[in-house]
């Protein structure tokens, strides 16, 4: 697993869901792949919008090895916001190329108490 440097928003772990949210966008900035396949159904959908869509849980996997933004040196992550079956998670991503990318992930869960992501939205902006 590599090695990031973390900051999380006071309010970001204060509810079970936003502390699994907190804690599955760690894993994806970290590459904790053994995390991440636990938590995702089978039939999950991924897109980075204007960018990919991948659909299925081998798929994701795959497409979280190899995607250029997750490989970062340092990540905060500034909102998480649930309701029901959906949330969304927010911050900043600074790439190991100290490329930095504001990102807003919104999830979508099998049921509003389940901890299984069946898809997520990605967008990305590069920042100055």
Known sequence: MTRVKINVG??????????????FTVALAKGDVDFLTDCIGDHMVWEVVGESQVTGKEDYVKAIKRH????????????????????????????????????????KFRSAGAAIVNSVRTFLVRLP
């Not at 040196?73 to 949330?87: L, N, P, R, V, Y």
């Open 68 to 107: 250029k933004l997750w490989k970062v040196k340092g990540m905060s992550i500034d909102t998480i916001i649930t309701h029901g079956t959906e949330a969304s998670v927010s911050g900043q991503i600074t790439a190991k190329d100290n490329s930095k990318f504001g990102f807003c992930n919104i999830y």
């Open 10 to 23: 006071p309010d970001c772990g204060n509810a079970p869901k936003k502390l699994f949210l907190k804690d």
